[in-house]
């Protein structure tokens, strides 16, 4: 499978190009256009029980979808629900990444996710510990809300974000997940809720917008009863 994006950085789409015959994992509703012919199915990967890990922990939907080319080949647009930016992380089959949840679009066959307790969950901030781990050799494709940022940290050197605005990294961080301020009341006030410590040698990748803010900006502007 080979990624051709365009419409970056504000409204990205990621073309994925299938060899004849080629199958490609999508997460379900990111499908914009297939060229004619192109076979879908949707299925629970792993079976019921992980795809309800997949639903309920993870944040992604209960099912998978796998696109595959007829036989003269084909390609697969998708995108994500937020405006922003998509970038491909080639896997190598040594290093895995860690992708949040709402940030996994797209990945090659022979690139396998499943669902990755990554610390405690965010009672009121709305981001769960639950991330998606892939690993495997091929394309894998993430999209973020807003701008997309690299952050390369090297040996030891330390950085801390918050859990909204952080889109995936890599197996060779290290990092741990906290409160940003002591006690319920300090953490209504600050308005944040929890953060990622990671550690290097490493990337991370960040988003210049919070999902979760901007849904608690909608519901906020939805007239009570």
């Given at each position: 499978m080979q990624v051709q994006i365009r419409h970056q950085p504000s409204f990205a789409?990621?073309?994925l190009l299938l060899a004849p015959g080629e199958p490609c994992q999508v997460e379900s509703g990111a499908m914009a256009a297939t060229?004619?012919?192109v076979h879908v199915q949707s299925q629970a990967q792993g079976g019921v029980m992980k795809g309800l890990g997949r639903a309920f922990l993870s944040?992604?939907?209960f099912f998978v979808s796998t696109y595959t080319a007829p036989q003269n080949g084909g390609w697969v647009d998708v995108a994500a629900n937020l405006p922003g930016d998509m970038q491909v992380l080639n896997l190598d089959g040594r290093q895995g990444w860690c992708v949040t949840r709402g940030s996994w679009i797209a990945s090659a066959h022979s690139v396998h996710t499943e669902t990755r307790w990554g610390g405690m969950k965010n009672l009121f901030g709305g981001e769960g510990g639950f991330l998606t781990?892939?690993?495997g050799q091929g394309p894998l494709v993430v999209a973020c809300y807003g701008a997309l940022e690299t952050v390369n940290l090297q040996p030891g050197e330390m950085i801390t974000i918050d859990t909204g605005h952080v889109v995936a990294f890599a197996d060779t961080v290290q990092q741990q997940i906290r409160k940003v301020s002591q006690g319920i009341v300090q953490s209504l006030k600050s308005g944040e809720g929890l953060v990622f410590d990671f550690a290097g040698?490493?990337?991370v990748l960040t988003q210049t917008r919070n999902p979760s803010a901007l849904s608690?900006?909608?519901i906020a502007q939805v007239?009570?009863?």
């Open positions: 789409v990621a073309r060229s004619y012919g944040g992604e939907s781990h892939a690993t040698p490493g990337q608690a900006w909608v007239p009570s009863r």
